[in-house]
């Protein structure tokens, strides 16, 4: 049984006192973690503020990057080391703004999702995908690619603490979200392709969650189908009442 998750990427907005405020306000209002895990990516500088806010709550707080080597002379990057030891146990990788703002390849995010497991944290690996490339028919094979490079040489150990998030650019931040069978297209060719690595029973456990232009409007629908087994939320996770919406939707 896949266990539903709606979580928030807060991205590059809040401060540290507006992060503990939020977390203080919904933390009394969310379901048990066994009906449905809640999470928010949060800028590095809240996370530890956040963790001892929630306390005793079942939100998850999750990092929204990390680097690939535990420790040294790397200005301005994050330890997964470190963010294991500072108690969190989630990381989004490979998100679109960070290929695309930042130049990251697959080769990359292969590292730090391999990095990140082997320091005892669940990567969140995000897969993009273009209007351009749905419209000349080429999305099978750039999100199969992807999937392909990003999860390389993982073990089917591994494999189980990953879960995946199909997030059309053309999706994020636009307000014009994937309609439902195309989210659902997205994540069932994931779930195929990591069949195809892993087999069907590791495949049918692994979470894939639909990111993009995801609101209080649209979110029974999508959670609705098959193989989205959850959604990950930029702009209507900001506000803790629209916050509150999503999670009891
Ligand atoms: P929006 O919900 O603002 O479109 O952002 C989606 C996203 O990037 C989640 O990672």
Redesign the pocket.
Known sequence: MRVPIVAG?WKMNKNVAEAIAFVNQIKASLPPASQLETALAAPTLCLVPMIEAAEGSPLKLMAENCYYKDAGAYTGETSPRALYQAGIHHVILG??ERRTYFHETDELINKKVKAALKNGLCPIV?CDDTMGRRVAGKKVHWVVSRILADLHGLSDDEICHVTI?Y?PSW????GDSADPAQAAEGCYLIRQTIADMYGDNVANNVRILY????TTVNINSLMAKQDIDGV?????SLNPTTFLQLVNH
């Open positions: 990427n998100h679109s995000c998030a997030e999706a994020i931040g636009t990111g993009g232009s995801v990950l939320v930029g702009k209507d």
